[in-house]
Structure formats: structure tokens, C-alpha cells
């Protein structure tokens, strides 16, 4: 055993439920930094995930320095504009305001941090193998700075073992004994941005630390800004927790729509169906169909699992199929809009057609990895005339053209040949839309319950 597997194996000397442990070591002195909120708080990344991470701990008290290498992202939140829609941009001058949060690009200022939670983006390549530079990088720059006695916390989601193997290695070749001083832990980030129920306060964290050390003082520090705190027993348990989460809705979701599929073929609607199935009180949980799935995660999450399986041996069938069946629901909506207006003897080459919503999901305006860029892409190479509204995002590139939003307006609906809701944003007037279209392919049963003529309207 060489001296740092010892390290990891170090016991635990933390315990935050009878005030804290003795002892002057590094963990126990970072403790009580955390608990009297005099620890500095260094967030690297500050978009979805980093920004209101960073105004939470700074709302609790802590001087926070938010890290981010786009200067014009540092450049709009120092002048108070938000870029990030959980966060207005008054919540974020309140903060900035108080002299405890500031966002930078210089990496410098890590020198003074007890804490260093990175929050950096995991992509996927083209290969759709995980793409980890963003964290290697990040973490290269925390361990060039490293000083004895950080806690270091990665929330990106990630392959399980990122943090051991690739993490680990990064502090132990400066000298550093992950555990006696430095703490590493993972810990997911589980937001839904857009939730006006869930907010990061209110989400449960998962921490997994190399040693239970690690562990618990990562747990405490997220006790000091969330509702509750759930400490397991490895930075791979947590890590793979979040991807099953991801992989769970992934999956479900994959098979709402080739329920949707099937329903239809059978004359009958799904969303009657699956409100008639998530009426039994146990055993059931309702997920509905789509023009496919979009976002940072659960598009791109499974493939972080199925990339490491495969190092590992092992096909995993479930993110495979689900990843056919969810990516062929674009061309099945472009598909069910020609066969709409084949049916009034129209045919799509030349077409008007109007999307309502091309964000991947309803009330934000985020629109990686959206399924509705697909169905337009689509749509305009086979020669209609495509235009959108979406009030959370004023303008697309499709191909080579850019196109502007226009309102959902009654002349805009009527105009058209076909509308084609992508996106179920509450803002649309489902009614209206149904009243003054000639026809509407609506992909998120946004218009289920309204009364309209069946002739004109096509539900998924
Ligand atoms: N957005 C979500 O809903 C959500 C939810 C849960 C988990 N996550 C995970 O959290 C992570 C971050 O996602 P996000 O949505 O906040 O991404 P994002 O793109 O909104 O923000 C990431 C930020 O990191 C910055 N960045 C990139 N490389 C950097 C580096 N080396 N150093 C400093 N800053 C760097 C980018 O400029 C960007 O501002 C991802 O792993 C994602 O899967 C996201």
C-alpha cells in the first residue's frame, strides 16, 4: 500500500451532528471554516449550473469568486444581467451588491479558495464518446494551484470513476494525500432549470468523496444550501446515481413515444391512455412523448455510462434503443405533418409552416441539443417555408439561415399552412391556435382537451 492509499483509507474525523471533532488537522480546521461560513467559495463554470451554485453559497454568507473562461459571460454578470433564466437578473445584483460574489476569468484567484466546486460542460464528440476536455482542464487549473487543506467538489456529470482516476491522479502527482489534505468528492448537480417548484435548494445533493473524510465535508458544506444531503459510500456510487437518473427518464421517455407510435396506429390517443394509466396510485409513473429529447443531459448523459460499459465489455442495450427510438421522433413529426397536408391535397415543398416552441422543453429558452431544430432542418430541406415563435428565444440558425421569432399572433397561426407545436411553452393560447389554424400537428399534446374540429388537428 503506498502512501496514498493510506491516505485514502485515512478515518473520519468530522462529524457535523455533534458540532464537529477536535484535532487540528486540515480537515477539521476547513470544517469550521464551513460551519462558521468564513470558508472562500471558488465556483468554476457559471452557466445553468455554476451561476445559482454560486449565488446560493453566496446568499448563505460565504465570499464566493465565480470562474468562467468566457469573457463576455464574466462581462454581463458583472454588470448584473443574468444569463442564466433561475437566475433574474435583480437576484443577481442583490448578491453582487453585497460584495460576496464576484465572476472572473482569471484563474488566479483560486490561490485564496478553501473550496473549488467545478461545474464545467461534459459534451459529447461527434463519435458521441464523452468529451471531457472541459474537466480535464478545469481541474488541471485547480491542481497547478493546488494548496494543502481545499476541498474540491466536481458537479458535472460525467463516466463513473472520472473523479478517482482522472481527478485523484492530478493532486497525487503534486505530492498532495487525497483525504489528509486534499478533499476530493463528487457530488451531482440534479437542477431542472425552468422548475419553479424544484430549485437547487430544494433538490436533495448526493456526495461521494475518495475518502469518507472527503465525504463529509463535502455533505457539509451542501448542508449549509440545500434541503438535505445524502452521503454514499464512493464518488463512483454518486456519479452513476446521477447517471441512472438520467438514464431512467431517458428510457421512459423512449418509451412514451413508441407508445405514441403504436397508439396512433391503433386510432387511439396516447395522452388518454397514459392519464388513464397514471390514475393507479402505486407502481406507475406518467412520462409523455415528444418531438425527441433535447439539452444538456438527457441527450448526451447515457452516452457517458454506454461509453465506459463498452471499455468494460458490455453493450448497454437500454441507452442504445432508447437512443434510436427517441432520435428517429424528429422525422417522424416531419412525417406526420406531409402526411397532414397530403391529406388536404397539400404537399410540404413549399408549405408555410409555423413551429410554436423550438426550446427542447417548455418555459426555458435553451435550445441544445432541441429535437425542433431537427424538424425544421427537415422541414425547410424539403422546401416549406419555415418560420417560428418562441418567446424565450428570439432567433435560430437552421443550415445556413438565420431566422428571427415572430409572435404567435392570430395572422401568423392563420397564415400559415400547418402549425407544428415542438415546444409545450404555457405562453402559447392553445385554444387560439387551434381556432385559427388550418391545420396543427401538435407533437406535445399541448392542445389535448381542446375542443377543435379532429380534421385539423393531429396529436402525437
Ligand atoms: N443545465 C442543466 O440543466 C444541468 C443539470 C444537471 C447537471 N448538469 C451538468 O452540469 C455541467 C455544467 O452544465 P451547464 O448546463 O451549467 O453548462 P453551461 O454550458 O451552461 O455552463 C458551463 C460554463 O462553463 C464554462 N467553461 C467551460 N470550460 C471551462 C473551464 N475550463 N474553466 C472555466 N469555465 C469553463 C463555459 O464558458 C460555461 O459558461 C454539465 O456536466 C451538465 O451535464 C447540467
Known sequence: MNANDEARR???????????????????????????RTARVAVIGQGYVGLPLSVEFARAGYAVVGIDTDPDRIAAITIGQSPTPDIPSDALQAVTGTGRYRATTDFARLDDADVVIICVPTPLRKSKDPD?????????????????????????TTYPGTTEELL?????????????DVFLA???????????????????????????????????????????????????????????ENVFRNVNIALANEFAIMCRRLGVSSREVIDAAATKPFGFLPFYPGPGIGGH???????????????????????????????AMPSYVVQLVAEA??????????????ALGVAYKRAVGDTRESPALEVLQSLR?????????????????????????VPASDENVAASDCVVVLT????????????HAPLVVDARNATWGIVAPDARVVRL
Open 10 to 36: 485515512a478515518p473520519f474525523s468530522i462529524d457535523d451532528r455533534d458540532g464537529g471533532a477536535g484535532g487540528d488537522d486540515a480537515s477539521t480546521r476547513l470544517a469550521e471554516a464551513i460551519r462558521d
Open 381 to 405: 430541406e424539403r422546401g416549406a417555408v419555415v418560420s417560428y415563435a418562441d418567446p424565450y428565444v428570439p432567433s435560430i440558425v437552421i443550415g445556413d439561415a438565420e431566422l428571427k421569432a
Open 186 to 244: 463528487f457530488s451531482p448537480e440534479r437542477i431542472d432549470p425552468g422548475n419553479a417548484t424544484y430549485k437547487m435548494k430544494d433538490i436533495p445533493k448526493i456526495v461521494g468523496g475518495v475518502t469518507e473524510t472527503c465525504t463529509h465535508l463535502a455533505a457539509l458544506l451542501y448542508r449549509q444550501v440545500v434541503a438535505g444531503v445524502r452521503e454514499v459510500s464512493s464518488p463512483k456510487v454518486a456519479e452513476l446515481a446521477k447517471l441512472y
Open 424 to 435: 409545450d411553452h404555457p405562453d402559447f393560447d392553445y385554444a387560439r391556435v387551434t381556432a
Open 341 to 354: 397536408l397530403n391529406e388536404r391535397r397539400r404537399c410540404l415543398n413549399g408549405a408555410r409552416i409555423l
Open 297 to 327: 443531459c438527457i441527450a448526451v448523459d447515457p452516452f457517458y455510462l454506454s461509453w465506459k460499459m463498452r471499455l468494460n465489455g458490455y453493450e448497454a442495450r437500454f441507452v442504445h434503443l432508447a437512443d434510436e427510438i427517441n432520435g
Open 132 to 156: 471531457i476536455s472541459f474537466v480535464a482542464s478545469a481541474a488541471a487549473q485547480v491542481a497547478a494551484r493546488f494548496r494543502s487543506g481545499q476541498l474540491i467538489v466536481l458537479e458535472s
Open 168 to 180: 485523484a491522479p492530478l493532486f497525487e502527482a503534486r505530492g498532495a494525500r487525497v483525504g489528509v
